[in-house]
């Protein structure tokens, strides 16, 4: 009897306790969650993490405003000295090892180089060990192939050696792991992305904001450039130079909306409204683009018919930038807007603005001044304004610079790729200029003007000391790493700073 | 066996030994209290039957019983006596109260302790008080009551304080754990609960209180036990009513119309800009927006109980509704409306086996408005300009209320902010119990107990079109009231339902040994599980901009497909592509899945004493969680106490100390507030968490969804393990004064913390790591006097004293892992609290001032501060490199304070009642982040005190004004840390009892009006509106215009049947 009831009773108690242990078992897809282990199984699967590896293109459109701050081209602006700090102090040459906007730029390149380096970890197999095969997966694996490149190639000019891994997303066990790799390496690696892309990729042009080959040899060709490997360079920018682009005649309209993606757009990062993103502790991680609400006119408004719509003023063209145009040159009314000129000349939009508060230069970048009707949600973070990365005019640009500073120089070519660029911008061919490098150089401040390239410009041909008052040679052409990166994963820092 | 057969036959011999001699006889008498006054409804009961009676209005009593028998006469909140009849025919009797009775229990997890034999530290208040505070939520009477206890209240209706017990041991939830009836619930279920409904509040403080409840007793225990019926007791039926008004205590300077002008003025002047009020004569006073958006705002609220039982079942009934209108806005805006129906019943459903079935039913609606951010409407009522007028003046303008052609973003007129603010919610929750309790043999009880929560909200906001002003840059109608191209109106709907249950089976014996030896033991399991989903909608174009057709099926809003035409190149000839967006968000929908929660446990605790002078209770449980690693699922938790009653040994013989206890306790709990751990894929578009980790890419001007790795897995991510030791005394001097003391110190190791990922790691949101150890340490007290035996004039008063000090002792290996927290936005968005290794959880975290630079050669001869002109603030060079750098930011103040003191003063004169009671809180600093800053906002009163020259003043706070800050005056800084010290007269109630001679007694048994001040008066430094500013560890003490408490003036009336 008394046994018998101890027995029923171990019973019960085992079954408890054996309940217990499954009772407190976690099944994510009890609260649907898609985890690792469910993913990578179909093309779609392949499909999607290759879009999504596309998105930190988008969230690096403080780089185009950094290119151009850090230079001569423009300044911070803003409502006072402590608007967008982290602007001013790169404006300023007061840049501190724990610079936000720095910081942001490297951690969303990581982002974007983790989210490849997962979808090429799990290429031949996904994690379950089954091969997913589909038509077009080498031409997948190449446009996200030129996005690490494009993401190696950003990290390695603003910041020199950077910590280089290309074979997994980075895990726990990896953390604090892994020190910075020499310049050159990752210059190797991002030529070698590069090369495999342009493999992969097809040679049609599909033009929707998909990579494609010509964009590929661009940037490669950018990046010899950059080594100084002109011969190199000379050739791959060829590839595109004889490629299905042209110039467009009106220079202005190569930055509205309806000349997104046009005849002279070889890569460019595509943003839309159509989400009405509110994120103020991610600006830049919607569809739509932040930097545009940051070249607009304080205060604008004027009647219907005014096509602008007001911003912040904290990236504004510089007088100096201004003064650089020839007369005549179109590119000087499609760069610096005078809104005071706009105002005196069009009395019938009744034009209101607030005079920029800060380092006031009266000139707002035309190439992204905000627009009514543009924006959606939080209108500050929604634009749907392209930023055009590599246009023509560029791919020109560099090849006639690679063919005057090649062993071999091509000075024919190189003169005839830039008159193509002199005759549009002034639309007669009156203005020609003889081909130097030198010249080259202040063309492509005077075409690429707010663009994003003028600081590596002047930085990669040695010219940034002079041009750039507060840049200190032996330190300031590089940015410094993050100190949070190197308080976490013991890196080293830059010299000097 | 044969102990269980020995016990009933004892027990049946006993029945018919009663039986045997039955010859009843008719018993008369009174029972009457300690002053000779009749107690009416007193229960007598012949001891060893059901058979009861009670006294009537007079304390008058009639029964029939045994000449042998014995009678127990009983009534709540006095001592049972027991008295053998021995033949006589009239019996009356005095019942005295019980006061720190021997008599008394608490309620500890899974049972009850007599409070003579408690060895842990407990804190308790009393249906009394409570009924004599009427909170608004239970938090409130928690304040400054129970010791060990801090609570800082927030003034929007129906808003959950923050709660700390015993300090700020964890980064990753602080709240503790309430159980109502034994039943697990959330600190956000006390705004559910009536406090017409409570009979007593404990508070579990030490490890050998809490360790019972395992990982959820970490951050201590609130025990909440609702009233309930006796068996055999005559009904009472009481109603409560109050009502009054409310009002805001404190408005906080800023300038005038004309003031503000010339500071303008002289802010453009100073970065080089023109005159902006040429005539300052002209503006006058202005409007003060804050008299504008506070009113004056009613608070009423009715409770109807009835309680009683026979002989198989007894029952508490309550029906409550409270209505409470928001000073801010005014009732139409802001208001928390609930109605309470509750039905607590026993049944007896044999002799052995009871059933105990809880049943609570809450309504909540409320409507609220923008709060804690300088654009809410009180944050808009303090930074917008004062030379507006109320009403538009502007012809051929929409609009009710006044604009700023100044302030054209982000600020708005509060009012018209007000008038467009349009939402409501609608939350229904049934929460209860089932019990089942089993008398398997004398003192051997089962209980089986099915505790849930059931809770369905729906809710709706409507954003209307709106026109701000003719310059305004976020109009959405235009000034002739046309819709802004592109711009559409939205209502949004939500409705979110959850449930959770926890099913526990334990059983409780209790036995002694030789008389001497007593062991109360209880050993059981707990299964708990807790799961929800929501689903919200909103859609575009709503008829008429009117929220009266404010709902998803009258609007019309509808999303359209953007037109792209692709790109062609033919013969050479480049036709570019082109796009015309369509609309994506005419009508969009979203569910969630809220994370279930899984806990699995089984626990056990014996109390031992011997002859109530060496007390020891050991407790024990195991909890596994559904959150941790696959590797650390279960974790055990112990805890034990001894106590030395010192007064009842033999040696010590004293009149004076009649209680002389000494308590020590040391055990662990837990912490589990994490998430589970997998590797998550994330689909579709932008991220609004943390890391913004967002998806998608557009192709062809048309966005296309991505997906891509979301988070890091911590296979041996395991439970957060807090130690506490506890050493304590109770001690009681003449029957009416008593302290009680206790020290603890609290150690968690294994703190769940965000681990600091490598920036190279990218956007995955960050891991959770046990990573960290925090420590606290402190002191509980309370001194408490009552005379209650007094006659005429009865007086009772406490003193509550809670200190803690706190401390990050370790994040990660290298100190990198901290937190930023305190967001608040003044032109730069500021991050001023820390969670950090070596610092208080939540300190201030920003620069020192050091006065004002004064000329140049003071900024030359200081380390270089970029930008920095005389009349700019002076920054200290704290790590001494001679530059002021992001590096010397360091410390600047303590949102917690250092200690706390609660002082209740009760006293009854004749037929009047007073009660007082006062709080202060000492040591806590606040940061005023409610100034925005922008050049055109409004500014404050100590401006007008500001640097205008070299030696005019020397103040950090009053800086030179100007609109280019090129030294960044505004940046995070000790000028906006005031101390928030305060002491508030929180509560005062005066109360007189009418004689029964003044009514009809049949009807009425007691009579009491009173009238009662909440917030009377507030003494403090604080220049904001409130020093109490809750919120999260690194929230609270950030005033970004916190809702403030109210002045509440009521007049009640409390009638007994």
């Known amino acids: 009897m008394k046994n018998i009831k101890y027995i029923v009773g171990l019973i019960v108690l085992l079954s408890i306790f054996t309940g217990c242990e499954k009772w407190v078992d976690f099944d994510p897809h009890e609260e649907y969650a898609v985890t690792e282990a469910d993913y990578l199984r179909s093309e779609s699967d392949y499909q999607s993490m290759a879009v999504s590896c596309y998105s930190p293109l988008q969230w690096l459109n403080q780089l185009v405003v950094l290119g151009d701050i850090a230079s001569d081209n423009a300044v911070a602006g803003g409502e006072n000295a402590s608007d967008v700090a982290v602007l001013q102090q790169v404006d300023d040459y007061t840049t501190t090892t724990n610079n936000g906007l720095l910081e942001d730029l490297w951690k969303v390149s990581y982002e974007g180089i983790n989210r490849v380096n997962y979808l090429t970890q799990y290429k031949d197999l996904n994690i379950a060990g089954e091969a997913v095969d589909f038509a077009g997966k080498e031409e997948l694996y190449g446009e996200i192939k030129f996005l690490r490149a494009y993401y190696y190639f950003n990290l390695v000019r603003m910041f020199g050696d950077v910590p280089l891994f290309v074979d997994r997303k980075l895990g726990l066990s990896d953390f604090g792991t892994i020190q910075r790799s020499p310049k050159a390496d990752v210059y190797a690696q991002i030529e070698t992305d590069l090369m495999d892309a342009i493999n992969a990729l097809p040679s049609g042009n599909p033009k929707n904001g998909r990579v494609t080959k010509y964009a590929a040899q661009a940037l490669l060709g950018k990046v010899y450039l950059y080594q100084e490997k002109f011969t190199d360079a000379a050739s791959m920018l060829d590839n595109v130079v004889n490629g299905p682009f042209t110039l467009v005649d009106d220079f202005d309209s190569i930055f509205l909306l309806s000349g997104e993606n046009g005849s002279e757009s070889v890569f460019e990062v595509q943003y839309s409204n159509g989400f009405p993103y509110y994120n103020w502790g991610g600006t830049t991680r919607g569809q739509g683009n932040h930097a545009v609400q940051q070249c607009g006119v304080r205060g604008l408004s004027g009647t219907s018919a005014m096509p602008f719509a007001s911003g912040w003023s904290t990236n504004l063209p510089a007088q100096d930038l201004a003064a650089a145009y020839a007369d005549g040159d179109q590119r000087k009314e499609g760069t610096c807007f005078d809104v005071e000129a706009y105002k005196i000349a069009n009395p019938d939009l009744e034009v209101k603005y607030d005079v920029a508060p800060y380092k006031n230069t009266g000139l707002y970048n035309k190439k992204y001044l905000p627009r009514k009707g543009q924006t959606s949600g939080q209108v500050e973070l929604n634009y749907d304004n392209n930023q055009r990365i590599i246009r023509y005019s560029d791919v020109l640009l560099m090849a006639a610079e690679a063919y005057v500073r090649s062993s071999a120089p091509n000075v024919a070519k190189a003169q005839e790729y830039l008159n193509r660029v002199r005759d549009r911008a002034f639309g007669d061919d009156l203005h020609r200029v003889t081909v130097s490098k030198e010249v080259i150089w202040d063309e492509r401040r005077l075409e690429l003007a707010m663009e994003g390239d003028r600081f590596f410009d002047l930085v990669r041909t040695n010219q940034a000391a002079t041009k750039i008052t507060g840049f200190i040679v032996g330190k300031n052409e590089v940015f410094p790493i993050p100190q949070r990166e190197i308080d976490i994963s013991g890196i080293t820092q830059n010299p000097n700073w | ?724 030791f506890n050493v304590g005394f109770d001690l009681s001097v003449l029957n009416n004064l008593s302290l009680t003391a206790d020290y603890f110190d609290k150690k968690v190791d294994g703190l769940l913390f965000i681990d600091a990922p490598p920036l190279m790691a990218g956007t995955s949101e960050p891991v959770a790591s046990n990573i960290g150890t925090t420590q606290s340490k402190g002191v509980d007290m309370m001194l408490s006097y009552s005379n209650s035996l007094a006659k005429i004039f009865k007086f009772n008063s406490s003193l509550t004293f809670t200190t803690s000090t706190n401390l990050v002792t370790a994040t990660n290996n290298d100190g990198t892992a901290l937190i930023n927290g305190g967001f608040y936005f003044n032109g730069l968005s500021q991050y001023p609290t820390r969670f950090e290794k070596g610092f208080s959880p939540g300190y201030f975290y920003g620069f020192q001032t050091a006065g004002l630079f004064q000329s140049f050669d003071e900024i030359a001869a200081s380390p270089t501060q970029t930008g920095a002109q005389p009349g700019d603030i002076k920054y200290v060079d704290v790590n001494g490199d001679g530059k002021i750098t992001d590096l010397d930011k360091t410390k600047i103040g303590d949102p917690f304070p250092k200690f706390t003191m609660g002082w209740n003063i009760g006293a009854e004169y004749k037929n009047f009642d007073l009660s007082v009671f006062t709080y202060a809180s000492v040591g806590n600093d606040v940061y005023r982040a409610y100034e925005r800053n922008a050049q055109y906002s409004n500014k404050f009163r100590n401006i007008l005190d500001r640097w205008t020259g070299q030696g005019t003043t020397n103040d950090a706070n009053n800086p030179r004004v100007t609109f280019s800050d090129t030294n960044s005056n505004a940046r995070v800084s000790d000028r906006y840390v005031e101390d928030g010290s305060f002491v508030k007269i929180k509560n005062v109630v005066l109360g007189y009892t009418i004689p029964s001679l003044w009514y009809q007694e049949k009807v009425f048994s007691k009579v009491r009006i009173y009238a009662q001040v909440k917030n009377l008066v507030t003494l403090t430094k604080y220049t904001g509106f409130d020093p109490e500013v809750p919120g999260g560890i690194l929230d609270t003490g950030v005033d970004r215009g916190n809702y403030p408490q109210a002045r509440t003036i009521l007049a009640g009336l409390d009638l007994k049947f």
């Open chain 2, 1 to 724: 066996m044969k102990f269980t057969k020995a016990l009933i036959f004892c027990f049946f011999a006993t029945l018919f030994s009663v039986y045997g001699q039955a010859q009843d006889v008719s018993i008369n008498g009174k029972v009457i209290d300690e002053n000779g006054l009749p107690i009416p409804g007193a229960s007598i009961l012949i001891k060893g039957t059901s058979n009861s009676t009670a006294t009537d209005f007079d304390g008058n009593y009639q029964i029939k019983a045994s000449s042998s028998g014995t009678l127990v006469f009983s009534y709540l909140g006095y001592t049972s006596i027991q008295e053998a009849i021995n033949g006589r025919k009239n019996i009356t009797v005095k019942l005295k109260p019980a006061t720190q009775s021997l008599e008394e229990v608490v309620v500890v997890g899974y049972g009850t302790q007599k409070i003579t034999k408690v060895s842990g530290a407990i804190s308790t208040v009393k249906a009394a008080d409570i009924e004599k505070q009427k909170p608004l939520r239970v938090e409130e009477a928690l304040q400054g009551r129970a010791s060990g206890v801090s609570v800082i209240q927030n003034g929007s209706p129906g808003s959950k304080p923050t709660v700390l017990i015993r300090g700020i041991p964890s980064f990753s939830g602080t709240s503790p754990t309430v159980i109502i009836d034994g039943v697990p619930q959330t600190l956000d279920d006390l705004s559910a609960i009536n406090s017409a409904d409570i009979e007593s509040l404990n508070v579990l403080k030490d490890a050998s209180a809490t360790a019972i409840y395992g990982i959820k007793g970490g951050n201590g225990v609130i025990v909440v036990t609702t009233k309930s019926g006796k068996r055999d007791q005559k009904v009472e039926i009481t109603f409560n009513t109050y009502g009054g008004q409310q009002e805001v205590i404190k408005k906080i300077g800023v300038l005038n119309a004309t003031e503000y002008g010339a500071i303008i003025n002289e802010s453009s002047a100073a970065s080089g800009g023109p005159v902006i009020f040429p005539d300052l004569s002209t503006l006058g006073y202005g409007t003060n927006w804050q008299d504008e958006v506070f009113k004056t705002a009613g608070i009423s609220s009715h409770n109807l109980t009835a309680r009683g039982g026979g002989e198989k079942m007894s029952y508490f009934l309550s029906a409550g509704y409270l209505t409470q209108d928001g000073i801010v806005g005014g009732g139409d805006k802001s208001n928390f409306n609930r109605i309470n129906l509750t039905s607590n019943l026993n049944f007896e459903l044999s002799s052995k086996l009871k059933l105990v079935l809880n049943t609570s039913y809450v309504n909540i609606k409320n409507q609220g408005i923008a709060e804690n951010s300088f654009n809410s409407v009180l944050g808009s009522a303090l930074n917008f300009d004062p030379t507006v007028s109320v009403y538009n003046t502007i012809p051929n303008t929409i609009g009710t209320y006044g604009f700023s052609n100044l302030l054209k973003s982000e600020i708005f007129n509060p009012l018209t902010k007000l008038a467009n603010t349009y939402n409501e919610s609608n939350g229904n929750k049934l929460y209860g119990k089932i019990e089942l309790q089993y008398d398997l043999f004398k003192n051997m009880k089962l209980t089986s107990r099915f505790g849930y929560t059931k809770y369905d909200q729906v809710g709706k906001s409507f954003t209307p079109l709106v026109f701000y002003g003719p310059l305004n840059t976020e109009n959405t109608l235009n000034a002739d009231g046309t819709t802004v191209t592109g711009k559409h109106n939205s209502v949004n709907e939500f409705s979110n339902s959850n449930f959770d249950f926890t099913q526990e089976n334990f059983a409780n014996y209790n036995f002694n040994i030789n008389d001497s030896h007593n062991f109360d033991i209880v050993a059981g399991v707990s299964f708990s599980r807790s799961s929800g989903y929501g689903f919200n909608a909103s859609r575009e174009d709503v008829r008429d901009n009117s929220w009266a057709w404010a709902d998803i099926s009258a609007a019309t809003g509808v999303n359209t497909a953007g037109t792209y035409t692709a790109s062609t190149f033919v013969d050479g000839v480049y036709t570019p592509s082109t796009f015309v967006p369509g609309n994506t968000i005419g009508q969009i929908g979203s569910s969630y899945q809220n994370l279930t929660r899984k806990n699995a446990s089984y626990f056990g605790r014996i109390n031992y004493d011997y002859n109530d002078k060496y007390l020891a209770s050991f407790s024990a449980r195991r909890d596994g969680s559904i959150a941790f690693g696959t590797k650390n699922k279960f974790a055990n938790f112990y805890a034990g106490s001894m106590g030395w009653v010192v007064s009842k040994e033999e040696f010590f013989n004293s009149d004076f100390i009649s209680l002389l206890k000494i308590r020590g306790s040391y055990g662990t709990t837990g912490n589990e507030n994490v998430s589970p751990q997998y590797v998550s894929i994330s689909t579709g578009g932008p991220s609004y968490n943390q890391t913004a980790n967002s998806n998608g890419y557009t192709f062809g001007g048309t966005f296309t969804p991505g997906a891509t790795v979301n988070s890091f897995a911590n296979d041996v991510l395991r439970w957060e393990k807090q130690t506490q």
